[in-house]
């Protein structure tokens, strides 16, 4: 017979199958915690979670059945640096359903964690909290290779000459009464190889601006971002990994668990060949194509994405200056090395390999935010465990150009509504307001 914990898993799978979320018409890999029966609400005492070095913390813990304290119950807390070991840890019974406890504090900017697991009627229960110390004055750790940008012009240079070759097909299943949707695909790194993506142009003959979007980590099928251009704004969805992105799911999980499983890692030990150096050339690519689309309207082009994609948007945008905003939520590929200096660091890790930890410099998204000239809106939470906020402060302390930040601190590596609402207003006032 199965646990109470493995049906709850089981019910979890369900229900993200049935009721995904969606983010400009894509089905979301991170979704909002599913409501349960009993829940373990933590807190710290200051409402924006954020406190200055040296202040201390305490959070606020709650356990509650039908939004009523649970009297008599026995937790197990633990408070450290995110990502870091403990560096304290308790169980203890709440007689009262509801208990304070003091969480210290940090000597240098960061992130002091505290998560919870309670037991209930045979259930497991648990829920953490993120204080944020003088994170606007966290600095990255990685370094910027002395010859970074010739390395990476040489790059782009290598493929300027490839000839894009695009080719698209029709997807009559997928088009709407206002836009066309197709299944596109470029030469992009060497002769014969190609990029695969979802093109949503509006039906309505004129010129138009444009969006491309940039994928989270994974092997997926992409349905491309028919709402966005629903408003008027052509859209180029793009996978990475040189494969169609319309096939069925099966083609995926063989890639996924097989010839692509911990493709971040491929070749990390050579600058030229890591894995990483065709899909960020690729997004460039990406750029080239949207410039020959006949309905583009030639100026006003933005890149989004999250995760991987939200590190592959600062990395575009810094690499084509032809990019003239960026939307992002919670970036990978930040601060690669902060794990080397008893730090939380990005994603992905890299390890202690020397080889490794040079090649990283040349990809780290901080290195390429340095360069970031144009307006750009960033959303994140406190309680990310895919994407430490450590390095997404990290990255995006070092951008000099006009930056806004949305902070919804209890998120972890998930999005609200509002969240995604408040991207895509910002994506639309600028590309649809600057029109020329």
Not at 26 to 35: C, D, G, L, N
Not at 235 to 240: A, D, L, Q, W
Request: with cysteine; hydrophobic share 40%.
């Amino acid at each position: 017979m199965k646990s109470k914990n493995s049906l709850h898993k089981i019910l979890v799978c369900l229900i993200t199958i049935l009721f995904p979320v969606s983010l400009f018409g894509q089905q979301m890999v991170a979704f909002p915690p599913v409501e349960r029966m009993v829940k373990v609400s933590v807190a710290p005492d200051h409402a924006d979670w954020t406190y200055k070095t040296g202040e201390q913390v305490q959070f606020r813990i709650q356990i509650t059945k039908n939004s009523v304290p649970v009297p008599n119950v026995t937790i197990r807390y633990e408070v450290g640096p995110e990502v870091m070991p403990p560096v304290k840890r308790d169980t203890i019974l709440l007689k009262d359903g509801y208990l304070v406890i003091k969480g210290g504090t940090m000597k240098e900017p960061g992130f002091l964690r505290c998560t919870v697991t309670a037991e209930v009627d045979g259930y497991s229960y648990r829920a953490l909290a993120t204080a944020g110390f003088d994170p606007h004055l966290i600095r990255p750790y990685t370094e910027l290779p002395a010859d970074f940008n010739e390395f990476w012009e040489k790059a782009k240079t290598d493929v300027a000459s490839l000839p894009l070759n695009p080719k698209l097909v029709l997807l009559p299943e997928r088009c709407t009464e206002k836009v066309n949707v197709y299944h596109a695909s470029i030469e992009y790194f060497k002769p014969g190889t190609r990029m695969f993506g979802i093109l949503c142009v509006p039906k309505k003959p004129g010129k138009y601006p444009a969006l491309l979007r940039v994928p989270g980590a994974g092997v997926r099928q992409y349905t491309g971002v028919t709402d966005l251009a629903e408003y008027g704004i052509i859209t180029f969805e793009i996978g990475i990994h040189g494969i169609p992105v319309n096939m069925e799911e099966s083609f995926y999980n063989l890639l996924r668990y097989n010839a692509l499983e911990g493709y971040w890692l491929f070749n990390m030990d050579d600058r030229d060949r890591y894995y990483y150096k065709h899909v960020y050339v690729g997004c460039t690519r990406a750029v080239d194509f949207i410039f020959s689309l006949p309905e583009f309207d030639g100026t006003n082009l933005a890149v989004c994405g999250q995760s991987q994609g939200g590190g592959l948007s600062i990395i575009t945008a810094a690499l084509d200056k032809r990019i003239k905003y960026l939307a992002i939520f919670w970036p990978a590929l930040c601060d690669l090395t902060g794990h080397l200096h008893n730090r939380a660091g990005g994603w992905p890790p890299v390890g202690t390999d020397k080889d490794k930890i040079e090649t990283s410099k040349y990809y780290d998204a901080v290195n390429f935010a340095r360069m970031l000239n144009i307006p750009g809106f960033y959303s994140w939470g406190y309680n990310d465990l895919s994407c430490a906020p450590t390095s997404m402060f990290a990255a995006y302390n070092v951008i000099n150009a006009p930056k806004e930040l949305y902070l919804v601190q209890e998120t972890g590596h998930w999005t609200y509504p509002e969240q995604v609402d408040k991207l895509q207003q910002w994506l639309r006032e600028k590309l649809l307001g600057n029109r020329k």
